[in-house]
């Protein structure tokens, strides 16, 4: 009994290490040199797999959108299968606090319930609504993981008076009448990390099988699972008096981008996707093979994704779409693509690719899109009164203050359909 613990030790750090080398592996691997960004040809958002042009909104609706959405389902992330037995869904609003910000904020703590045969599983969501506006409000709802547990929606310290810790500038949000709700969406299912792509537990265990012991092929991975808490968390913002519910966009940074627009594309309820350094498998395109590539996330996130993204994986120049496609399934609701500079693992200048080819979409619908040719748009240099809105900020990869304002404005003018304010124009106007 003795060696127990010593065995213990040993066995936990090299588990370390050895995770540590493969995460630091899958960033050591990647390409960061523009000259050895192979030779490519985009699929047109507008050709379907067949070859047929594409030349109006019914044609697209009917053939050309649902065949790419497909194709994402079966291929990339993973359908949500069947349920063993009814899911039943329930909210309870544990708490309500009006005092916040000194009397200008509203905090809603809500939990949601999803149940059946196979178990229950609860996810917290927390609402801020502004106090002042007696309408209805746009939401921003966030993937941010587990910031609800770690108390990160806390405020922070006075001199960063009215943002949380994790950096929603909530003060902001409520001058300008727009509220912000965050799920933590690792309650639906936790990434196990597991080296062979296995994914159970959470949210998966009520849509397993009797007998199943881990997830089909085509089946969803955790991208698709944490897509799927944001989709439950609009089921409550639905119900919710404050809001405001046809305006409500999906945002998120990182993975959470990645999450937030695979939960727009497959659920029209959402009126707008805000993406934050989303990178491959969100707004970049696949075949640069610049930084992450699809290879490089069946090898080391194969969670994240479906098994069938394998029969990609050596060669992504067969696959009939790229992340444009996907970006053009939004249209013709408002899309904000935000990219950093310095951001060589997302492919910021990949993001720019995907944002650019996704337009004709949109303007198959009669959208304006404001890109005023295929040159990525200087640094710092915002496009947001455009159906597809875009920024490449100076810095690093991240959600940073810079994004969050952009958005603001994005929703000020397609959502509430007033001039997009700068931060001086909301400060001073109180």
Known sequence: MKQVFPVLVVAWFSLTITVAQTYRGKFVEANYDESKVP????????????????????????TRRPEILKFFEQKIYGEIPQPSSPIRKSFKLRSVVRTLLDGKCTRKDVEITFENRGGSVTMPLVLFVPNHVKDRVPVMLLANGSDIRRKNLALDDSQRYGSTRNGIPLHQLMMRGIGVATVDYQAFGKDNKDPEGTVTGGIIDLYMKPGQTSRKANEWGMVSVWAYALRAGLDYLETDPHVQEDQVA????????????????TDDRFGMALLATAGHGGDAIWRREFGETLHNMCKYLPTWICQNANQYAENVHEMPVD???LLATIAPRPLYVATAHHDLWADQKGQWIGAYNAAPAFELYGETVKFSSSQQPKINQPITESAIGYHVRS?????ERFDWEQYMKFIEFHFMKIRPRSVSDVYDSQ
């Open 323 to 325: 992340q444009h496609s």
């Open 250 to 265: 999906t945002v998120g940074c990182s993975i959470g981008g990645k999450v937030a627009l695979w939960a727009a594309a």
């Open 39 to 62: 030779d490519y040809t985009l699929p047109h958002v507008l050709t379907s797999f067949g070859g047929k042009k594409i030349n109006s909104v019914e044609e697209w609706e009917a």
């Open 395 to 399: 810095g690093v990869h991240g959600f």
